[in-house]
């Protein structure tokens, strides 16, 4: 039996990748500190699967990582500070966090496992607005950060550092690294910040007139399933080692106002609309180019921009429910 160590398993893409991993067979430790992974039943059902094991712990602090387990055959970083508000808010903390939970794990490294780090499209931002950088995007353009005082551009620095350090630090400490640059991965239990599910919860609640931001924006989303099949194609690859490979979904591209239609018509709502200015550094159109992925592991998107919107949304609408019997009874729910 494989063992893996899944370090933000209680978050969005950790979450589905644990359980993954144990249906493929594997033994997993989860590490998460629950400051935005959740500790909900699907966390409770893991525990008592029987082959996985949960610890809270800040990997923030060095001494943390004395309790992790380290006969493990696959490490997946997949812990960070995400999202347009958090990032927007303090992005001090998203550089803090991210940067040094990354060196830490190199500190913790040894001879043998095979290490998966997540990082971000964002990193693209730049030059795709400067217009120096294609879309599709490959992996070989510059990066460029068009405003190191910019806050939302934190997040795309933070996961650099992080690329940067995994792919040096851990051929020097004897172990395989791949990195993958996740491209608008969607689907049940996100959170409510990002687009999709942001729009559901509004179009759920009745929200008239029902507002758009950046309609005209154009984005390649991929369904979270196929973000973790292709996770684990790159990491079964050994020719994925020390490689930077995108994970996305490069088969519907689709503008914001296009989604948002959708969105209304399986919430099946009419509301007027209000088209509104994108945030500041929202990118155009932003689409992965997956050459090198079908390359290194035959992978294609499976899952259908409906199918995955409407099983997005049928998660959505049963979160709300128990969230709203929570409320009257004085407790609390959140995704």
Same mark, same amino acid.
């Given at each position: 039996?494989?063992?893996?160590?899944?370090?933000?398993? +209680?978050?969005?893409i950790?979450?589905?990748?644990?359980?993954?991993? $144990? +249906?493929?067979g594997?033994?997993? =430790?989860?590490?998460?500190d629950?400051?935005?992974?959740? *500790?909900?039943?699907?966390? =409770? +059902?893991l525990?008592?699967?029987?082959?996985?094991?949960?610890l809270?712990?800040?990997?923030? *602090?060095?001494p943390?990582?004395?309790?992790?387990?380290? *006969?493990?055959?696959?490490?997946?970083?997949?812990?960070?500070v995400v999202?347009v508000?958090?990032?927007?808010?303090?992005?001090?903390?998203?550089?803090? &966090?991210? =940067?040094?939970?990354?060196?830490?794990l190199v *500190?913790?490294?040894? @001879?043998?496992?095979?290490?998966?780090?997540?990082?971000?499209s964002?990193? #693209?931002?730049?030059? $795709?607005?400067?217009?120096?950088?294609p879309?599709? =995007?490959p992996?070989?353009? @510059? $990066?460029?950060?068009?405003? &190191?005082?910019?806050?939302?551009?934190? #997040?795309?620095?933070?996961?650099?550092t992080?690329?940067?350090?995994?792919?040096?630090?851990?051929?020097?400490?004897?172990?395989?690294?791949?990195?993958?640059?996740?491209?608008?991965?969607?689907g049940?239990?996100?959170?409510?910040?990002?687009?999709? @599910?942001?729009m559901?919860?509004?179009?759920?609640?009745?929200?008239?007139?029902?507002?758009?931001?950046?309609?005209?924006?154009?984005?390649?989303?991929?369904?979270?399933d196929?973000?973790v099949?292709?996770?684990?194609?790159?990491?079964?690859?050994?020719?994925?080692?020390?490689? /930077?490979?995108?994970?996305?979904?490069?088969?519907?591209?689709?503008?914001?106002?296009?989604? +948002?239609?959708?969105?209304?018509?399986?919430?099946?709502?009419?509301?007027?609309?209000?088209?509104?200015?994108? @945030?500041?550094?929202? &990118?155009?159109?932003?689409?992965p180019?997956?050459?090198?992925?079908r390359?290194?592991?035959?992978?294609?998107p499976? /899952?259908?921009?409906e199918?995955? /919107?409407?099983?997005?949304l049928?998660?959505?609408?049963?979160?709300?429910?128990?969230?709203s019997?929570?409320?009257?009874?004085?407790?609390?729910?959140?995704?």
């Amino acid at each position: 039996m494989r063992r893996a160590l899944v370090l933000g398993g +209680a978050g969005f893409i950790g979450l589905h990748l644990v359980e993954r991993l $144990v +249906a493929d067979g594997h033994r997993v =430790t989860v590490v998460d500190d629950f400051s935005r992974g959740r *500790d909900d039943e699907r966390v =409770t +059902a893991l525990r008592g699967s029987g082959v996985v094991d949960v610890l809270s712990a800040d990997l923030t *602090d060095a001494p943390a990582w004395q309790r992790l387990p380290r *006969d493990v055959d696959e490490v997946y970083l997949l812990a960070a500070v995400v999202g347009v508000r958090n990032v927007e808010a303090d992005p001090a903390r998203v550089l803090r &966090v991210n =940067t040094l939970t990354a060196m830490h794990l190199v *500190d913790w490294l040894h @001879p043998g496992p095979r290490v998966f780090f997540s990082s971000t499209s964002e990193v #693209y931002a730049g030059g $795709v607005e400067a217009g120096s950088v294609p879309v599709p =995007t490959p992996e070989d353009v @510059p $990066v460029t950060i068009a405003d &190191v005082a910019s806050p939302r551009l934190a #997040y795309a620095i933070s996961k650099l550092t992080g690329e940067a350090l995994l792919l040096h630090g851990a051929r020097a400490r004897g172990c395989e690294v791949v990195v993958g640059r996740f491209h608008n991965v969607y689907g049940p239990r996100m959170g409510t910040d990002h687009v999709i @599910p942001e729009m559901a919860l509004r179009a759920m609640a009745g929200e008239n007139p029902f507002r758009i931001w950046g309609a005209d924006q154009f984005r390649a989303f991929c369904h979270v399933d196929d973000a973790v099949e292709a996770v684990l194609r790159l990491m079964a690859a050994p020719e994925a080692a020390g490689q /930077v490979v995108h994970i996305g979904n490069d088969s519907e591209q689709t503008n914001i106002a296009d989604l +948002a239609k959708l969105v209304l018509r399986l919430a099946g709502v009419a509301p007027d609309v209000r088209h509104l200015p994108a @945030p500041s550094r929202s &990118v155009q159109r932003r689409c992965p180019d997956l050459t090198r992925l079908r390359r290194l592991t035959g992978f294609e998107p499976h /899952v259908p921009l409906e199918d995955g /919107v409407r099983r997005t949304l049928d998660w959505y609408r049963a979160w709300r429910e128990t969230a709203s019997g929570l409320a009257s009874t004085d407790g609390r729910g959140r995704p």
